[in-house]
């Protein structure tokens, strides 16, 4: 059976197809299909084709990933995130905008780590940084540098 696609359109106009289940890992996406079945393109102007096409990556890699229970799976994808992660300060910046826009937890989570590390920040510096609202509780940041590990 084939999955059901959704149109997107990116700030600079370049058109993405992209399977329901990928672009339900942005909330916002989410979010708005509970309100509205969507006539067309649904523009993005928060986010450039070029960042489009990575986060588009990411889910994809993600939501294929999380159909398996393997526990060499869980391992596959921190190698994938290590090598998704090996991008231009520039890039990490808009990615971190990107998922913050899209509201992607987990993309969120990982960009901001990986540009704290970079930077030798802490995780609230970035955030007052972008203005990004969430607070990790101590077990949080400690359960995600815990898996994140790998990358720093």
């Not at 986060?55 to 869980?74: G, L, M, N, R």
């Not at 990004?132 to 994140?148: A, D, I, N, P, V």
Request: with cysteine; aromatic share 8%.
């Amino acid at each position: 059976m084939a999955s059901k696609k959704l149109n997107f359109m990116s700030s600079d106009g370049v058109a993405f197809e992209v399977e329901e289940i990928v672009a339900l890992q942005w909330l916002i996406i989410e979010k708005m299909l509970e309100l509205v079945v969507p006539d067309g393109a649904i523009p993005l102007p928060g986010v450039t084709g070029e960042i489009l096409s990575k986060v588009i990556e990411y889910c994809k890699k993600h939501v294929e990933s999380s159909k398996s229970e393997d526990e060499s799976a869980a391992d596959f994808l921190k190698s994938l995130d290590a090598e998704f992660l090996k991008i231009q300060e520039a890039t990490l910046f808009d990615l971190v905008m990107a998922a913050n826009y899209l509201h992607i937890p987990s993309l969120l989570d990982l960009t901001c780590l990986r540009l704290a590390a970079m930077k030798g920040l802490s995780e609230e510096d970035v955030r007052k940084f972008f203005v990004l609202s969430k607070k990790w509780t101590r077990e949080e940041q400690e359960e995600l540098r815990g898996k994140l590990a790998h990358l720093f």
